[in-house]
């Protein structure tokens, strides 16, 4: 079994206000090496949780920086920025923030969770920043402006393209549901945030990995193992097709979370239906690659 880099991982230093939705605290990093230790993970990328958007314990940038020294076994990081921070301008210099941050060891830009319209301009204007100062994203898809968190497409994802298409130096980390789902054709508006099962015939997302080299798989939380496991022949050729550029991740967030991709993965290739590539590449050398840039 190959130790693992997991590509998205939340964490929270001072344990005081409750989630609603399950009534936990998020993981603390000692939670999190328990569940690595438990899982064959090596260690993991904090997804920085700045939007006030994303949930109820909003974490800052220095934060996720303190963790990664504190703990350099265990953590990367991503720092993250809102569209509206600076001057709440499509002209706000984002690369002032993002060259500090990466002097400071940040990987990356994430988990991006405001809740504007892709091709919204303070939108627009932070991808441009990030792909300039070379700086990977993961965007958290949502299907709408209000009661949801996440940058909002429409079904069959024409601004996430877009996007791609505009800024082709800019690596884009796609995750949630409203991005996995699209990986069928049987993906509609009332599915696309959820789960979507059975059978897979090839969709709209398949035509993006294709089509653009810049469009990345993060494949943590229920959303991305839904997208592979569904259906097994499906996911194992989706693996191996885009072997370089799907990142293993768990999206741990509780302590009591738990999700089902690394066991999976690790059986496909133990029964030899995943090749000794695709398996090392998705669970750790892309990662590596996208991190450390080995």
Known sequence: MIKKIDIHVHTRVVQMLRRPRNNEFYASPAQIREKYDAWGIEKGVIMT????????????????????????????????????????????????????YKSLGAKGVGEATFNYRIDDPLVDNLFYHCAECDMPVTIHLAPQVGGFYGIVDDLGLPGLEALLVKYPKLRILGHSQCFWSEIGKDVNQENRGGYPSGEVRPGRLVELFENHPNLLGDLSAGSGENAVMRDEDFGLWFLERFQ???????????????????????????????????????????????????
């Open 49 to 100: 949780g700045i939007s006030p958007e994303f949930g109820f314990h909003i974490q800052s940038n220095e934060e996720a920086y303190m963790l990664a020294e504190q703990y350099p076994e265990t953590f990367y990081w991503f720092c993250n920025l809102h569209p509206t921070m600076g001057s709440n301008s499509p002209d706000t210099d984002f690369s002032y923030f993002l060259n500090f």
């Open 244 to 294: 370089e550029r799907l990142f293993y991740g768990t999206d741990v967030s509780s302590p009591s979370v738990e999700f089902r991709l690394g066991g999976w993965l690790d059986q496909m290739h133990e029964n030899g239906r995943l090749s000794d590539s695709a398996y090392a590449n998705v669970c750790r050398n892309n990662a590596l690659g996208l991190l450390l840039g080995k």
